[in-house]
């Protein structure tokens, strides 16, 4: 079975401060991981995703994560925050099998950024 | 770019009442995937279909049941409805890749619809 942990129910930062959202995954093989991001009442964005290579990938609006193989970790990350980065964020998990183009993703259980003027 | 499209929106029922959820998929992505999402809490999947089959089978109740057509658009039939079953339900659609579509892995979501049972 494929799980994930996101410790932090909320994280506060103050705009132009770095943020981390921290992911931590158990799945069986090789991970595909993402990141979502969710607006009151809205769907869920797809923020950025490793699927292989570069330990550090970018995605969209300045955020970026770090993989790490051995800490089973996937942080989210972004150099200097934003209000409008206030939202609820979600780290999710795909293992590979023969037919991972049709597994679906598990989430974890959220995380709500929350940034300060 | 055309995106998930799901219907209604919102969506109000009494209790043992049934609600009928749609959802239309990005062109050329065949397979889709249905989540429940409850207040305050992360989306939890419910089940999935890859070219008209059930592909994948999640938390979903025995008064639910979904099929995909032929035109991949999917619809997800809840029965017997509870107070606990008031949600927002999300569809989600991605290319397997056997169907024209690239599989870059990811899901794409559609913006939800909100169930209210009274």
């Known amino acids: 079975a494929q799980s994930v942990a996101q410790p932090e129910d909320q994280v506060n930062v103050a705009e132009g401060n770095p943020l981390t959202v921290k992911c931590t995954y158990s799945?069986?093989?090789?991970?595909?991981l993402f990141w979502y991001v969710q607006y009151p009442n809205r769907g869920l964005q797809f923020l950025l995703k490793?699927?292989?290579?570069?330990?550090l990938v970018k995605g969209s609006y300045g955020f970026e994560a770090e993989f790490n193989k051995s800490q089973t970790s996937f942080h989210l990350k972004k150099p200097s925050a934003l209000v409008s980065d206030s939202a609820l964020y979600f780290c999710?998990?795909?293992?590979?099998?023969?037919?991972?183009?049709?597994?679906?993703?598990?989430f974890g259980s959220g995380t709500r950024l929350q940034v300060q003027p | 770019a055309a995106g998930v499209i799901q219907s209604p929106r919102h969506l109000i029922k009494e209790k043992r009442e049934t609600a009928t959820l749609k959802c239309y998929p990005i062109?050329?992505?065949?397979?889709v995937y249905w989540y429940q999402q409850g207040p305050g809490q992360d989306p939890q999947f419910l089940i999935s279909?890859?070219?008209?089959?059930?592909?994948d089978k999640g938390s979903i109740p025995d008064r639910f049941s979904a099929q995909q057509f032929s035109d991949y658009h999917s619809e997800l039939n809840m029965s017997s409805l509870e107070l606990g079953d008031s949600a927002l339900y999300f569809c989600?659609?991605?290319?397997?890749?056997?169907?024209?579509?690239?599989?870059?892995?990811?899901?794409?979501f559609g913006e939800g619809s909100r169930l209210t049972v009274l």
């Open positions: 989600a659609s991605s290319p397997s890749g056997t169907s024209g579509g690239l599989n870059t892995g990811e899901l794409f």
């Open positions: 799945v069986s093989g090789n991970p595909y």
């Open positions: 490793y699927i292989t290579g570069d330990n």
């Open positions: 999710a998990v795909r293992g590979t099998f023969m037919d991972t183009g049709r597994r679906a993703l598990t």
């Open positions: 062109p050329r992505h065949d397979t």
């Open positions: 279909f890859y070219e008209k089959m059930q592909s």
